[in-house]
């Protein structure tokens, strides 16, 4: 009854939810006699949180208590078949795995149903499709018998699918399997039609099953309108079926009009069932923007008008004629208690970027309607732009509340934190963005400077390496410095373990990274910091660093514009004494090889040798008071190893 109630109104209700809470708390005490009635409860529940409030998890953990109980498995399977007309070749097609196992009480669960009149099933009439997918083992496209409740439990399978999985050809294809299942079923009218509808929308955006869409809508309005079957066959499964009522499936015909460009055709459906808020859509596509303000004018006339309906027709002619007074008139009707008027009125603001002026307006609607997601978002921007953080991270914050799989709202909602300096609370939104959109290289890289800066080491490797998985020659110098600072001074993580003990994933990664941009210098004078960050350093790590060091002085001293400008002169001149260093220890490492010694010894000496002679070109640069003492002490190593 709750459900039907929601269902009926134009905005979520508070009080409806809390209700539904109330009621879920009171019937978990129960104890079941079978494990049909909880689980037919469970899937009432399931449909309940994913149809009203888009609450996947909650659905989902529903609805695997409802399969568990009534025994059933099921998994998206490949097998070879033709789905073409003139197709020669069998590729490999989706078809659904179903198992029905025993349970405790298997003989009390509910039998199938059986209604004998159902809608029909219109078949995909196209010159190249064939109307189903020909198997070439027929078994792979047959389905078992299904009780009631297994169809349901299948039914809701496929709406979890739907809602929770975006929306693209995969989708599509994953989901066709569920739909065939259901409509081989034949049994229940309630989920017999729920599934021919979903089919219809799914079908809707292609060309060439769209015309099969609108006679199946079409086909599904005509069932509902005639008088078999008797309504108490219709209701069997009604609160865990998805059956829209008639003026919804017309509006579905309207929404299909419009997106094949026949407009009229839309406004007609659309004026018929009183749907105003489309027709004035339509009316704007047209560039008739005077004949919905007429008749949403002429609406206003009714003598029938109830105070909803006036509310909602000055809302929708103001957004006709831009005239904010008449949100103003409509909040005043509802004796200030609308939360439609002040949407309208907030929206008015925000679409003209008066963000100031429209954050009051989005306040004043959530505070009679806190369910809203949709201004909960624009209200959390509308904050951004004004630089009001605090209330920004509270708006999205109650976004994510409602909608927890937007991974824009969480990377807004940590760069609301970080500008109120709460780099924790930015650092856990950001993991929350990441398990929503875990492809997106923004996130990882906002997510990893966010750890370096909260002290999770660890983390931010692991994040540098999902970096270069998305981007193979990602390079961030400050993270990385930060990083081996870190080691070199064996500051404490944010759990209270030595940096120390990140040092070898560190290697790793500027193992990876260095195979991947090898002529970045800055990036090999760092690895070369960071192996020699030990407190005994080993002949094996002294030559590794010395290697790296080469590199970082081969790439950043290539060509001769380095000498010309002050900061990377001083680079070269530092990186050069390090060069020189690692030469002379790498030397004092040899034993009993005077050759070796030597090599090293000569290497340093050529390489100072050059740096010296770039520098010394530029007579004004050498006149610098920081040039001239880098260059002495080149020279001053340089008379230690002749």
């Known amino acids: 009854m709750l459900s039907t109630l929601q269902s009926l109104l134009n905005e979520l209700s508070n009080d409806i939810k809390n209700m539904f809470e109330e009621a879920f708390e009171k019937i978990d005490r129960f104890i079941w006699e079978t494990n049909e009635e909880e689980a037919l409860y469970r899937l009432e529940q399931s449909k309940i949180y994913l149809s009203h409030y888009g609450n996947v998890t909650k659905a989902s953990n529903y609805l695997n208590t409802a399969m568990k109980l009534l025994g059933l498995e099921h998994s998206l399977v490949g097998a070879l078949g033709k789905r073409t007309k003139f197709q020669v070749k069998e590729l490999a097609q989706l078809t659904l795995n179903v198992n029905s196992l025993k349970t405790e009480n298997n003989e009390n669960l509910l039998t199938t149903y059986e209604c004998n009149n159902l809608p029909d099933d219109c078949v995909l009439d196209d010159e190249n499709r064939?109307?189903?997918?020909?198997?070439?083992?027929?078994?792979?496209?047959?389905?078992?018998?299904l009780n009631s409740l297994q169809q349901a439990a299948i039914l809701n399978s496929l709406m979890l699918e739907l809602k929770s999985k975006p929306k693209d050809d995969l989708q599509f294809e994953e989901l066709q399997p569920f739909i065939r299942c259901l409509v081989s079923q034949k049994s229940v009218w309630s989920i017999h039609v729920s599934a021919l509808l979903q089919r219809s929308l799914l079908e809707k955006?292609?060309?060439?099953?769209?015309?099969?869409?609108?006679?199946?809508?079409?086909?599904?309005?005509?069932?509902?309108?005639?008088?078999?079957?008797?309504?108490v066959e219709r209701l069997y499964l009604f609160h865990c079926s998805y059956v829209s009522p008639s003026w919804q499936?017309?509006?579905?015909?309207?929404?299909?009009?419009?997106?094949?460009g026949a407009i009229q055709s839309a406004l007609d459906w659309f004026l018929a069932?009183?749907?105003?808020?489309?027709?004035?859509?339509?009316?704007n596509t047209q560039g008739h923007r005077h004949k919905a303000a007429e008749i949403l004018e002429n609406e206003l006339k009714s003598s029938n008008l109830t105070i909803a309906k006036h509310i909602l027709i000055l809302c929708l002619l103001g957004d006709a004629t831009d005239n904010k007074s008449l949100y103003e008139e409509a909040w005043k009707l509802s004796g200030c208690r609308s939360s439609r008027a002040q949407k309208h009125w907030a929206f008015y603001y925000y679409a003209r970027k008066e963000y100031k002026d429209s954050i009051d307006h989005f306040k004043n609607s959530l505070k009679i309607n806190s369910l809203q997601e949709n201004l909960w978002f624009r209200l959390g921007f509308a904050c951004m732009v004004e630089e009001r953080w605090s209330e920004a991270a509270e708006a999205y914050r109650r976004y994510c509340d409602l909608e927890s799989d937007c991974f824009e709202a969480w990377n807004n909602l940590a760069k609301c934190y970080i500008k109120s300096d709460q780099k924790s609370r930015a650092y856990y939104a950001l993991k929350e963005a990441i398990k929503c959109n875990y492809e997106n290289w923004m996130v990882w890289d906002n997510l990893m400077v966010v750890s370096v800066d909260c002290g999770c080491f660890e983390e931010a490797i692991k994040c540098y390496h999902r970096l270069l998985d998305l981007r193979s020659k990602h390079v961030d110098f400050e993270v990385l410095s930060i990083l081996v600072q870190a080691v070199q001074k064996n500051v404490k993580d944010e759990n209270g373990r030595p940096a120390m003990e990140h040092r070898k994933s560190?290697?790793?990664?500027?193992?990876?990274?260095?195979?991947?941009?090898?002529n970045e210098g800055e990036i090999w004078k760092l690895y070369g910091h960071l192996e020699a960050a030990v407190p005994t350093l080993s002949k094996e790590s002294a030559d590794k660093v010395l290697h790296h060091l080469q590199y970082a002085h081969r790439f950043i001293t290539q060509g001769n514009k380095w000498a010309q400008e002050k900061n990377s002169c001083l680079t070269v001149i530092e990186l050069s004494i390090e060069l020189a260093e690692a030469y002379i220890g790498c030397s004092n490492m040899v034993e009993n090889n005077n050759d070796q010694k030597k090599r090293f010894l000569s290497s340093s000496k050529l390489m100072l040798v050059s740096a010296i002679s770039q520098i010394?070109?530029?007579?004004?640069?050498?006149?610098?008071p920081e040039i001239s003492e880098g260059l002495q002490k080149i020279k001053t190593i340089l008379n230690q190893i002749k």
């Open 130 to 145: 064939l109307p189903d997918i020909k198997f070439s083992e027929e078994s792979a496209g047959t389905f078992p018998k």
């Open 205 to 231: 955006d292609s060309r060439r099953s769209v015309e099969r869409a609108m006679q199946q809508i079409e086909s599904l309005v005509t069932s509902l309108e005639i008088s078999c079957p008797l309504n």
């Open 249 to 260: 499936l017309k509006a579905n015909l309207g929404y299909i009009m419009l997106s094949i």
């Open 273 to 283: 069932i009183d749907m105003w808020e489309e027709c004035v859509a339509c009316y």
């Open 506 to 518: 560190l290697l790793q990664l500027f193992g990876r990274l260095t195979s991947q941009v090898q």
């Open 616 to 624: 010394e070109k530029e007579k004004e640069l050498i006149e610098n």
